[in-house]
């Protein structure tokens, strides 16, 4: 079965544009969580949804960062304007919501994100 | 609020040594417990978990056993190879479905030969 699929792998963007990362969570999962790891700051939740509905976004930095999750296959995760310290490896998750805290969480290989 | 404190890193080990990563946490209620493997370049993969107190989690030679009296989840291996070597999170996530992972700040890990 295919895993947690992010696009794109690695993008390199100028200050000031807009990025646009993507995930496709595996098929049957209703949760989804992002995340973004830095060298400073370790792993940080970004925000996460179950049945498409944010539920925690209190991790998103400030108003440039913004995400979405139309369906159950998709979510992004949109930077507007871009800066510097948004340089960092941004990570989608998903799990199985129902039952209990034991779900795995499985994780995409990553969107490493380079701004210049 | 739910927290997670591992052992800073890095750890330098040579091949076949014993390895120990410690990780405790505070969390409300009795939490899952998890380890994370992230090797150079690459996402997190789970490595182990446990769900309740005394429960041992294990997988490829690691173990870590989920210890309520010491809120401990350490991570142990008899022998370390060099492919071993990794980043490795400690994680929890409270007892009810539908929340996130809490994670330590990561152990590197380096084995040489």
């Known amino acids: 079965d295919a895993g947690v699929i992010q696009s794109p792998r690695h993008e390199v963007t100028e200050m000031g544009q807009e990025v646009t990362l993507r995930c496709k969570p595996i098929?049957?999962?209703?949760?989804l969580f992002w995340y973004r790891q830095t060298m400073m700051r370790g792993l940080e939740l970004l925000i996460y949804?179950?049945?498409?509905?944010?539920?925690?976004d209190s991790g998103m930095p400030e108003d440039r960062f913004s995400a979405k999750m139309p369906n159950a296959s998709f979510s992004t995760l949109k930077i507007q304007p871009s800066e510097p310290r948004d340089s960092a490896v941004y990570f989608c998750?998903?799990?199985?919501?129902?039952?209990?805290?034991?779900?795995?969480?499985?994780f995409g290989e990553g969107s490493w994100l380079t701004v210049v | 609020g739910d927290s997670v404190t591992q052992m800073e890193g890095p750890v330098t080990l040579s091949e076949e040594a014993f390895l120990t990563i410690n990780c405790t946490y505070t969390?409300?209620?009795?939490?899952?417990l998890f380890w994370y493997v992230q090797y150079p370049g690459e996402g997190l993969q789970l490595l182990l978990k446990?769900?309740?107190?005394?429960d041992k989690g294990s997988n490829k030679g690691f173990e870590a056993t989920y210890r309520k009296e010491t809120t401990s989840f350490h991570l142990e291996k008899g022998s370390v190879q060099v492919s071993d070597s990794a980043v490795y999170f400690c994680?929890?996530?409270?007892?009810?479905?539908?929340?996130?992972?809490?994670f330590g700040k990561g152990t590197t890990l380096s084995v040489s030969s």
């Open positions: 998750a998903s799990s199985l919501l129902a039952g209990f805290s034991g779900n795995t969480i499985y």
């Open positions: 098929s049957g999962h209703n949760s």
């Open positions: 949804f179950n049945n498409n509905v944010p539920i925690d």
């Open positions: 969390a409300t209620g009795y939490p899952s």
């Open positions: 446990a769900t309740k107190a005394d």
């Open positions: 994680a929890l996530r409270v007892n009810q479905a539908g929340t996130a992972l809490i």
